[in-house]
């Protein structure tokens, strides 16, 4: 049996699940936005010297025993969403934070290989974490600080010739329920110094401006490494943030890796304790691969779709042999 944690619009898991399917694959797939409306969940305890767990998750047709999981693909869960039947507001929140710590125990005490950990998923995606260890692996990074302090922004300005950019510290996404915001890396104009002081309002990540010709995602699964390269449809990498641009305004192709930076990738990942990473890097005007982040859970459906990079096959395959 193999478990996939995620949620109800994640198209990119129903591509791995289409794949199981093809190979008679046994899975359950729990999406976490449908508990407890469509699942039942029960965790029993025993008791004696060898206490025992047993649980049991239920959705319609289907019944899965967690100790019978050998692999767990926790590929995108989101919160819990409570019934509407629970009208009161300070109620509502009491039972989606019981829903959820309830949930996140049960994964926790699953006994199983997972693709990968939560507790190593939380911890990778600090971005402090991520350079921290790619900084000592010797990868090259661009000039960087991250800080509420308008002084080291403007240091780091005076010290960076090209500019420099802007980014999130973590998800890079404002939702008001009104209008949601995404937010990119952005490069700061001259006239954005005139508020400079306002940086002193949160921390965020302040770098170097890479004068870029394109990027690069590399996307590690297991011990497997897959890497494309994104050029944008004027021939080089003036914008910051490639995610910004439509698709059709770019060029994936498939691209080979240096060997000893795709060993230092695989080191990255292991060292963040993950079994996946998808990592984005710049390549500079001189042929340097600059990297700039890892996402522990990042898409990949479109890069397989435009290269034939068969990532799916490789998740499927790593599932399969743990299990």
């Known amino acids: 049996m193999i478990l996939i944690v995620t949620n109800s619009e994640d198209a990119t898991a129903s591509l791995v699940t289409d794949e199981l399917i093809r190979r008679g694959v046994e899975f359950f797939r729990v999406d976490t936005d449908r508990f407890p409306s469509d699942y039942a969940a029960t965790a029993s305890f025993g008791s004696g010297r060898k206490p025992t767990m047993e649980t049991v998750l239920c959705t319609t047709g289907q019944r899965a025993i967690l100790g019978d999981v050998r692999s767990v693909w926790y590929r995108r869960p989101v919160r819990p969403i409570v019934s509407p039947e629970i009208q009161e507001e300070a109620v509502a929140g009491f039972a989606s934070?019981?829903?959820?710590e309830f949930l996140r125990g049960l994964w926790l005490s699953c006994d199983s290989y997972w693709l990968s950990h939560p507790e190593a998923i939380r911890i990778a995606e600090r971005k402090v974490v991520q350079l921290n260890i790619a900084s000592r692996l010797g990868f090259e990074i661009p000039q960087t600080v991250v800080t509420n302090d308008p002084d080291k922004v403007i240091e780091l300005r005076r010290m960076c010739h090209n500019g420099i950019v802007v980014k999130p510290l973590y998800i890079g996404f404002v939702d008001d329920r009104q209008k949601p915001l995404s937010i990119y890396t952005n490069r700061l104009a001259d006239?954005?110094?005139?508020?400079?002081?306002?940086?002193?309002?949160?921390?965020?990540?302040?770098?170097?401006?890479?004068?870029?010709?394109?990027?690069?995602?590399?996307?590690?699964?297991?011990?497997?490494?897959?890497?494309?390269?994104?050029?944008?449809?004027?021939?080089?990498?003036?914008t910051p943030d490639w995610r910004c641009l439509d698709l059709k305004e770019l060029t994936h192709s498939v691209y080979e890796l240096p060997a000893d930076l795709e060993r230092a990738c695989l080191e990255l990942v292991s060292s963040l304790k993950l079994e996946f990473g998808a990592i984005d890097f710049a390549i500079d005007r001189n042929g340097q691969h600059i990297f700039l982040e890892v996402n522990a859970n990042g898409q990949w459906g479109w890069i397989e779709k435009l290269t034939g990079l068969p990532i799916t096959t490789a998740i499927a395959d790593l599932l399969i042999s743990n299990d």
């Open 191 to 238: 006239e954005d110094y005139d508020q400079i002081e306002t940086v002193r309002l949160a921390p965020s990540i302040y770098q170097e401006a890479i004068d870029k010709i394109a990027d690069l995602r590399v996307t590690v699964v297991g011990k497997r490494v897959f890497s494309a390269r994104i050029d944008g449809a004027d021939g080089n990498g003036e």
């Open 97 to 100: 934070d019981e829903t959820y």
